[in-house]
């Protein structure tokens, strides 16, 4: 009765508390998570941006705890920088095997980031020019993670260019310092997981954190996610495939100008970005 009730309950409504709840969930790290905004970026910040997350990481912490859950809190100012103005009414796109998954979902709901990764649902959010984030890597990354590299899966994702140049979006490009080294994972599922991806969209990760814990981060790990750049998109309503991927190459060429402007502020001035 239990499985039937949440299979078949309605989306929860957005919970500001629940939002603040999770958030206390960054004490968990060294030092708490922190965003880092560019001067370049704070006037682009609001309507009609698609900010982008690189890396995945095995949990998408950095998207979750830096991104627009604190804006949901309702509280402003105690959990954004104080230039940072960005309205409760933000959204996060989601791969669409989550929305499947009873107890997730409704978390999602809760969220109130709950639009799933489908071209749907992002033009719906394209054409009320809301701003939202997205997990670039996916699952993919989830699939290629080894901790103490910074892998990133894009040389072959750039769907969310073509949609982005369709509607003339900005794009913010974020990089999380930190993902990369807060979890361990068994490396010999890795072959299966990128075939489950490619066949059913999902991974089975095995992965570990802090006391072996698989929810427990790592906890003399401090993440920190820089909002670096600003791409400032056409509008070209049938973008060719020659003009998505010029844009591709700048979108990669940025992430990795972002990466290498920042990474010595963060103790990763020894790590290289691996575009796969």
Known sequence: AIVAFLVLHPPLPEAPWFNRLYLRSAALLKGGSTVWVHDDVLPHIGDGAMVCYHPHGVIPL??????????????????????????????????????????????????GCSMPATKEGMFKLFAQRMPFGIVVGGSEE???????????????????????????????????????????????????????????????????????????????????????????LPRIEDPTAAQVEEWHKRYMTAVEEVFDAHKAQFGYASRRLEIL
């Open 62 to 111: 950095g998207f979750s705890l830096n991104g627009a859950v604190r804006a949901k809190t309702r509280q402003p100012r105690t959990y954004l920088p104080e230039e940072v103005v960005i309205d409760h009414r933000v959204s996060g796109v989601q791969a669409p095997v989550l929305f499947k998954i009873p107890i997730l979902r409704q978390i999602l709901h809760m969220f």
């Open 142 to 232: 989830v699939a290629l993670h080894i901790r103490g590299r910074e892998r990133l899966y894009l040389r072959h994702r750039a769907g969310f260019l073509k949609y982005a140049l369709q509607f003339g979006y900005k794009i913010v490009i974020c990089y999380n310092f930190g993902e990369s080294d807060l979890y361990d994972n068994a490396s010999w599922m890795r072959p299966l997981n990128m075939a489950l991806v490619r066949r059913f969209g999902f991974v089975l990760p095995l992965f570990w954190g802090q006391w072996w814990c698989p929810i427990l981060p790592r906890g003399d790990v401090p993440l920190n996610t820089v909002w670096g750049r600003v791409l400032e």
